[in-house]
């Protein structure tokens, strides 16, 4: 039976989103159905806006950065009304199925939405920062570890003819991951991250170490959720604000520039601080997302077909599979001790 399928994306964009959404349709197209799309995440869910996705539509967008339906990071359970408009608007609109491309807090609201209404949602593990569990991986990491290596290659040519400390502050939210994969791929001479949270006087002490045997500069990858950590014991967040959003989250920024004057001042070496930013999320997936995301959009298309609700595609080894919303957005996955012994073998 021919069914119309609604795809949404929210929370921050993230390379390849247009990938799934370009399988999701054709696939769905393929089969008879109608594809939907929804404006800017759960907001346009609330607000009743759609946008007819055919072929044309997702012609030429593989390679192409961003979310064709747009983006917010909306939640319905924070508006007052918001969730029964969202199942009003879903309704209204003569939807069958939701394919809901999201990291944590979309997926969370999916997976609430699915346990307390029955709402027919599936999800695709989608996030630069990597930190969904029950997925090996989400597509947009290996983007944003691509760039953040590129970015850690160019700093060392620079660090090199300079005799500079180069700071670099990366994005991840409470984990690592960026950080730690870039890092031991760009070769950084320091990593911090939240999980695994070393000192200030312990990274300097390796820079230290490293400038002793006769190396004139350092490369120190930082996590923006590394919490400035002393041998006193003190720790302390860097944030950008206290206020949060929608989903509790505050704004992370400014650990770098923190961490680059403390090095400053305790070894005595220039430091200098770069922050990627935004640049991590921008831009062409590699040749590695584009074929994550198109497997999990075919995937979320199957998943649909079958009624398989409350799943979300997820990547176990080499095998697209499906696994329970509820255990992808259970407790976000960190960056395990064996990740970051790889990461320390290289320190100083
Ligand atoms: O979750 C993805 C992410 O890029 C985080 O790494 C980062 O902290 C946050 O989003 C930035 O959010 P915004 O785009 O709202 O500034």
Redo the contacts with the bound molecule.
């Keep these: 039976m021919a069914k119309n399928v609604g795809v949404l994306t929210g929370?921050?964009?993230?390379p390849g989103l247009n990938a799934v959404i370009r399988a999701v349709t054709r696939r769905s197209l393929d089969r008879g159905h109608e594809v939907v799309g929804v404006r800017e995440g759960w907001r346009g869910l609330v607000e009743g806006r759609f946008h007819e996705l055919g072929q044309r539509e997702i012609s030429g967008i593989l390679p192409r950065g961003g979310t064709i339906i747009g983006t917010t990071?909306t939640n319905p359970y924070k508006l007052d009304g918001g969730v029964e408009r969202v199942l009003r608007n879903f309704e209204r609109r003569g939807l069958d199925a939701l394919v809901a491309i999201g990291?944590e807090d979309t997926l969370g609201v999916a997976a609430r939405l699915f346990e307390e209404h029955d709402f027919p949602v599936v999800g695709v593990p989608k996030?630069?920062?990597n930190d969904l569990s029950a997925t090996d991986y989400t597509f947009g990491f290996d983007t944003a570890v691509f760039i953040a290596t590129e970015a850690i290659d160019r700093l060392h040519t620079t660090a090199e003819s300079h005799n500079r400390v180069m700071v670099v502050e990366v994005?991840?939210?409470n984990t690592g991951w960026?950080a730690v994969m870039s890092g031991i791929a760009g070769g950084a001479d320091v990593i911090l991250i939240p999980e695994h949270p070393i000192t200030v006087e312990e990274a300097c002490k390796e820079i230290r170490r490293r400038h002793d045997r006769g190396k004139d500069f350092s490369i120190v990858v930082v996590s923006?959720?590394y919490e400035l950590a002393y041998a006193s014991g003190e720790q302390r967040a860097v944030t950008q604000e206290t206020v949060t959003?929608q989903f509790g989250?505050v704004?992370?920024?400014g650990v770098g520039a923190e961490l680059g004057r403390e090095i400053e001042e305790r070894t005595g070496y220039e430091t200098r601080v770069t922050v990627l930013g935004?640049v991590?999320?921008g831009g062409s997936p590699t040749p590695r997302d584009r074929l994550l995301a198109t497997r999990y959009g075919l995937k979320a298309a199957d998943l649909v077909d079958e009624g398989k609700f409350g799943r979300m595609a997820a990547l176990r080894g080499d095998d697209i599979v499906d696994v329970a919303l509820a255990d992808a957005v259970a407790e976000p996955k960190r960056v395990p001790q064996r990740w970051y012994d790889v990461a320390r073998a290289f320190f100083g």
């Design positions: 929370g921050g964009d993230c990071r990291g996030t630069i920062d994005m991840g939210r960026i923006e959720g959003d989250h704004r992370w920024g935004h991590q999320r």
